[in-house]
């Protein structure tokens, strides 16, 4: 029986680094989501037309946080302020800009308690998401490992003791994913 190391290994290492991947993603997704508080990362998916570029706004200006409930963008180019806010209207932000031709600002509102459930059922569903993407994963894994098997590249065995280890990667991703949704909530409720 030969056992093909280096053909585990990568598929231990893609399977590694789709998890982080994943991860990481959601990090970024829940980073969008605003608590009551400002948060600069609200504006990270939004794009501005930047002489015919796509550009995303913290590209292309200075964000800061004044105070905890203000939000504060002073584009490089003053002639993309009304671009800036027309974005800002157009995307799911739900905060109504205000500029003075110069510096344009977000005044987050205090989040009511229906709002803050909401953002709470958002912030699990999206968890829920990414375990699913990550269980999904775990089968394309399993399932290169069984073809290996039935290919008699490695043991019945092997394939159990990989199962394992899949199961406790698995495990350490999910467990990262319910800590960010939870860190997440306890934001939201944050008053």
């Not at 400002?38 to 796509?54: E, F, R, S």
């Not at 292309?60 to 800002?88: F, H, T």
């Not at 860190?183 to 939201?188: Q, S």
Request: proline residues 3%; aromatic residues 4%.
């Amino acid at each position: 029986m030969v056992f093909n190391v280096a053909e585990v290994q990568e598929a231990f290492d893609l399977y590694e680094l789709e998890l982080m991947s994943s991860t990481d993603h959601l990090k970024g997704e829940l980073s969008t989501i605003r608590a009551g508080r400002a948060n600069p990362h609200i504006l990270d998916k939004i794009v501005v037309d930047y002489y015919g570029t796509m550009t995303p706004v913290g590209q292309m200006a200075n964000i800061v946080v004044p105070e905890a409930r203000l939000l504060q963008i002073s584009p490089w180019d003053a002639s993309m302020v009304k671009e800036i806010v027309k974005a800002i209207n157009a995307s799911d932000v739900g905060i109504t800009p205000t500029d003075d031709g110069k510096v344009i600002r977000l005044v987050f509102p205090q989040l009511t308690e229906e709002r803050r459930r909401d953002l709470i059922k958002q912030v699990k569903k999206t968890g829920e998401d990414y375990k699913v993407t990550l269980r999904n994963e775990r089968r394309d894994i399993v399932d290169t490992m069984r073809s290996l098997k039935k290919s008699n590249l490695i043991t019945e065995d092997d394939l159990a003791g990989f199962e394992k280890e899949i199961q406790r990667m698995l495990d350490g991703a999910v467990g990262t994913v319910d800590a960010m949704v939870k860190a997440k909530e306890a934001e939201i409720l944050e008053v």
